[in-house]
């Protein structure tokens, strides 16, 4: 087994919110070397000791308080709603934790700034690692593209179009629809999938300004089609769509759309940027040139088609593993804090940008 590089013993794994998304991390965790299910903490008890039961891990907790209180507990999956992502993150960080949170990063950018700056504080002494759970990086495309990128194959990449939209597809489980716990519907739910997605890409350039625009056409309606499970019109207090325009410094532009429900053809995941050397898009992956008085679309063999990570593994497995590798050699996680804040506050703007029915400044 691969050791803890602190007291060569395996890392010890907490999970906190045993629920859906849970599993794909405890899949991944048990894809790792030298890792140890040791903790798994949910308010519902059952659920808590099911999943102890199920993987085998030491401990079960209803009140993650307690369970970070164990001092040889190494690693925190926060698998939560995004109303209880900033408190637990917080108190997992000050307890010397090193920190995994599931996306979004909190409900809003104030609680993810609060998160960051809890961060910087303990981080000088205790050093832990803190990710967030944007796992899109990890698709087989989203990597080659990004080394293609990086290695100037698209020259300056001056507009992109990222998109997260289904047909009919409102997760009728958990607290989805309900905008205080949530934070909003599809743009904080799997919009910020997109967008993180084409900001790395892109390089993280700096937004300044976000013009966006949301719809609730759907959720108030009964008895809309959704094998995704149901939700109570009468209480459903999020948009169903969302669109948005960012502009950055330096004149790049991206577009954003993305929907849980929107009268379409089919879902679709599509990430297509263009600059000025080439273009490319990530499903299926394909890169776009100019070369000698023709124009080329460049196509892998092996590629990822649309709907598919093209990893051998799971993109959360990958994503696990990831930070893992990063808490065991000390190195930084390929999501890092203050990346994921900035997803958080282009949301925001777009959420601003939509009441106002003006562009927000960034
Ligand atoms: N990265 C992805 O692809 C992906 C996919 C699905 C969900 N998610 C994210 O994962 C998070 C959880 O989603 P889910 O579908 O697993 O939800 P879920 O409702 O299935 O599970 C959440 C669990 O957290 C528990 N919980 C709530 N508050 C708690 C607290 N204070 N302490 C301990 N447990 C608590 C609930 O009882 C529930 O069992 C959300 O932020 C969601 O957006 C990410």
């Known amino acids: 087994m691969a050791a803890n590089k602190r007291d060569d013993r395996p890392l010890r794994v907490g999970i906190i919110g045993t629920g859906g998304i849970a599993n794909a ?19 519902i008890k059952e659920r808590a000791e099911a999943v102890q039961e199920k993987y085998g891990f030491t401990h079960s907790f209803t009140d993650y308080e307690q369970m970070l209180k164990l001092p040889e507990l190494d690693v925190v999956s926060i698998c939560t709603p995004p109303f209880a992502h900033k408190d637990p993150t917080i108190a997992a960080l000050e307890a010397g934790k090193h920190v995994l949170c599931e996306k979004p990063m909190a409900l809003n950018a104030t609680e993810a700034q609060a998160m960051v700056d809890a961060w910087h504080r303990v981080r000088g002494s205790k050093k832990n690692l803190f990710s967030i759970g944007f796992n899109a990086r990890w698709g087989q495309n989203a990597q080659t ?40 519907g599809p743009m904080i739910d799997i919009g910020v999938h997109a967008l993180d997605l084409a900001l790395w890409l892109m390089g993280h350039p700096q937004p300044v300004s976000v013009y966006g625009v949301t719809y609730r056409k759907f959720g108030n309606r009964p008895n809309v089609f959704n094998p995704w499970g149901t939700w109570d019109p009468k209480t459903y207090d999020v948009e169903d769509s969302a669109f948005a325009m960012i502009r950055f410094a330096g004149g790049a532009s991206l577009q954003l759309e993305c929907s849980w429900v929107l009268n379409i053809e089919k879902s679709y995941s599509q990430t297509v940027l ?35 990570s093209g990893a051998p593994v799971s993109t959360h497995a990958l994503e696990v593993q990831g930070f893992v590798r990063a808490v065991r050699e000390g190195t930084p996680p390929l999501v890092l804090p203050e990346q994921a804040l900035m997803v958080s506050r282009i949301v925001d703007a777009v959420y601003a940008s939509d009441e106002s029915g003006d562009a927000v400044k960034l």
């Not at 080439?278 to 023709?294: D, I, N, S, T, V």
């Open 274 to 308: 263009a600059g000025t050397e080439g273009g490319a898009q990530l499903h299926p992956f394909m890169l776009f040139q100019e070369k000698h008085g023709a124009l080329l679309d460049i196509v892998p063999p092996e590629r990822a088609t649309e709907g598919q």
């Open 145 to 184: 593209l990004k080394r293609m990128i990086d290695a100037g194959e698209l020259g300056e990449v001056y507009y992109g179009r990222t998109v997260s939209h289904r047909r009919r597809g409102v997760p009728g489980w958990g607290v989805f629809t309900n905008k205080a716990k949530n934070g909003g």
């Open 25 to 43: 991390h405890i899949a991944g965790y048990q894809k790792t070397e030298g890792v140890e299910l040791f903790a798994a903490c949910d308010v």
